[in-house]
């Protein structure tokens, strides 16, 4: 049996809504295939729904490559057809990370006192153990760890239980920045991960798509396009599941446009072109951040008129820029380009170990008016860009904010390799 052009081995675990099997001629990885099957209520309402495979698969593929690019660990590989995809094969942990930023739904009955509406900041963050016959029960930190749940050959302790909610916050600010681009509020969501056996490596897995969030668009409960709509329903009718239907598609054709073509840019402005591999390193980091980068050479010792009508060029244009400015000795680009822009504008001058201490007061004592910041490695020049960028640009945003989460777990790893190594 084949499912596009992949050949399919055994079935690995079926459930209500889709199927996984291993993939022979891909080892450590699966096929996961969704079904035209609608549930709620840990299974006591089901409903066949022509199309819903289709459509489920169209909006967890854009959103596992929205991840992906932004930098999170993800169990994605790619679309083989229009209801499957392939990914790393994982032992799912079976736990269900939930992320609110409003108290709706079941937290309210569970906190009575709270009103629907409350906002949640920082997002609260729960955890529910997957057990149906008891529908999905809350668990505490402590109970999970108590536990000691294992994949992957991989006891779920302390550390990982930070890994895991920490990720969970992240993956929902990512994916709340992307629906508020929309114009569409992110209620809340849940997600599971997995540990791949072979790495034992925590990523993100199973599937997310309509049945994985709440989502209003403009923020009002009334519009709701997720599964709560099936869950209202007094009574199921072929129109009401049609409805239903309608409005899983209408966020499956706004998936895509979560990752719109770059909103910003950083332009490095250098006053020789001896200085171009120091540009050259600011370019290559600023697009490791998912920023734009263009590289120009004038002087405004030797060309100011030039440096100025480029200056007025790329302002003209009115697409949001942070002009970086590369020049040493006397550095006259950056004061120049700061007082007659009104975009923000860093220095990052070329320092050499003989004038270096002389150089750098050029760039840091500015005459009175100008506020061009200095910063002394390219790397930082890039971040300190990206940075300022992603108020206007959600995509940066995203991989500065998986890039924080990278580092934090990092950290963590690392204090728990010096603890093993004692």
């Known amino acids: 049996m084949t499912e596009g052009n992949v050949k399919l081995g055994a079935v690995v675990i079926e459930g209500k809504t889709k ?14 295939k969704s079904k035209d099957r609608i549930t709620a209520g840990d299974g006591a309402r089901s409903h066949d729904l022509k199309g819903k495979a289709a459509i489920s698969t169209a909006t967890g593929c854009a959103i596992f490559e929205l991840l992906n690019n932004a930098g999170i660990k993800t169990h994605y590989v790619r679309r083989v057809t229009d209801t499957s995809f392939i990914a790393k094969k994982c032992d799912m942990i079976p736990i269900e990370w939930v992320t609110r930023r409003v108290a709706t739904g079941s937290f309210l009955k569970r906190h009575p006192g709270v009103k629907e509406g409350f906002r949640f900041c920082p997002p609260k963050m729960e955890t529910f153990f997957k057990d149906d016959a008891n529908h999905d029960p809350q668990w505490s930190r402590e109970q999970l760890l108590m536990a000691k749940l294992e994949a992957g050959g991989r006891v779920i302790g302390a550390d990982d239980y930070q890994i895991l909610a920490q990720s969970t916050v992240t993956v929902f600010e990512i994916l709340e920045k992307s629906w508020a681009s929309l ?23 199973d599937v997310i798509d309509s049945d994985s969030w709440r989502l209003w668009p403009s923020g009002d409960r009334r519009l709701m396009k997720d599964k709560q709509v099936y869950r209202e329903l007094q009574t199921v009718t072929p129109e009401a599941l049609e409805t239903v239907k309608r409005n899983f598609a209408w966020v499956a054709e706004r ?23 120091h540009c050259e390193k600011i370019r290559d980091a600023c697009k490791k951040l ?19 009508n480029m200056l007025y060029e790329y302002e003209g244009e009115g697409f949001p820029t942070v002009f970086i400015a590369v020049a040493g000795r006397s550095n006259g680009l950056g004061p120049v380009l700061s007082g007659n822009s009104t975009w923000p504008v860093l220095n990052c001058p070329p320092l050499t170990a003989d004038w270096g201490s002389h150089d750098v007061w050029s760039s840091l004592r500015l005459p009175s008016g100008l506020g061009c910041g200095t910063v002394m490695y390219p790397e930082g020049a890039a971040l300190n860009a990206a940075q300022t960028l992603s108020m206007f640009d959600h995509v940066i945003w995203s991989k500065l904010r998986a890039r924080k989460l990278n580092t934090w777990v990092d950290l963590i790893k690392a204090d728990q390799k010096v603890r093993d190594d004692k």
Do not use: N
């Open 19 to 32: 199927i996984v099997y291993d993939l022979p001629d891909f080892p450590g990885q699966v096929l996961l």
């Open 183 to 205: 114009e569409c509020s992110l209620i809340d969501m849940k997600i599971e991960f997995g540990v791949c056996p072979q790495t034992g490596e925590l990523v993100l897995a």
């Open 255 to 277: 998936v895509p446009l979560l990752s719109p073509k770059p909103k910003a840019r950083a332009v490095v402005i250098m006053g020789s072109a001896s200085d171009t591999p």
């Open 290 to 308: 998912g920023v734009p980068c263009e590289l120009r050479v004038v002087s405004a010792h030797k060309a100011t008129d030039v440096a100025l």
